[in-house]
């Protein structure tokens, strides 16, 4: 299993521009995350996924759109790039409500990150 | 602010030491939390978890303790290797909360 991916892992963006970042995951987990990190700081939540077709405002979300169109996807949108977005961005799946057995259904499994610069 | 974030709480331990790292929460109505490593370049990663009906747990290496009348957890790291080195982050959630809030983490340093 490749569990969380993300591409890409780098981009330049001017101010103004858009973008999409993509998550996939193969856990077959519920629950989908985006946050961005900034240096020195924990993670900031950006917005959330509780199941396919669902989505929901983090504590961050101003400047982003996301969209889970299919349960192992999790797409972040910039639709104009300001140089505050520049960050890295991790997302995460968990199995959530659904988690089977001993699963620890909250824990939250990470991608590499994508590192975004906005000139 | 946005210059206190910018630095990091550093813990530098000697290889072979034991190493604690501490956290304080806010949400006395958290009941859920994770600790997570987080090397140079890459995602975090989950160490130990521990619910608040429990004030101690342990697994290879690593105890966690949770003291919610002071609001406070912490992660013990037994006989730190060079491989410990890196960013932990204490995350605390409640029971039917979706979202886990995340503290700004602790550079721990391990020293030859």
């Known amino acids: 299993n490749a569990g969380v991916t993300q591409t890409p892992k780098f981009r330049v963006l001017k101010t103004g521009q858009s973008m999409t970042l993509l998550c996939a995951q193969d856990m077959n987990h519920e629950y989908m995350y985006w946050y961005r990190q900034d240096p020195g700081m924990g993670l900031r939540l950006i917005h959330y996924s509780v199941g396919e077709g669902t989505t929901a405002k983090g504590e961050v979300p101003d400047g982003y759109n996301v969209s889970r169109l299919k349960k192992q996807n999790f797409l972040l949108g910039l639709e104009s790039a300001a140089p505050s977005q520049t960050s890295v961005y991790f997302c995460a799946s968990s199995y959530g409500r659904q988690g089977l057995g001993n699963q620890r259904m909250d824990e939250q499994f990470f991608g590499p990150g994508t590192r975004l610069t906005v000139l | ?112």
């Open chain 2, 1 to 112: 602010g946005e210059s206190v974030g910018l630095h990091l709480p550093t813990l530098s331990v000697q290889e072979g030491d034991n190493s604690i790292i501490n956290c304080a929460y806010s949400n006395s109505a958290s009941d859920y939390f994770i600790w997570y490593k987080q090397e140079s370049g890459k995602g975090p990663q989950f160490i130990i978890d521990i619910r608040s009906n429990m004030d101690k747990r342990q697994g290879q290496r690593v105890t966690v303790l949770l003291n919610k009348t002071v609001k406070h957890l912490s992660l013990q790291i037994a006989a730190t290797q060079p491989g410990d080195s890196a960013v932990y982050f204490c995350a605390e959630k409640e029971n039917y909360g979706q979202n886990f809030v995340f503290g700004p983490g602790t550079r721990l340093s391990v020293l030859p």
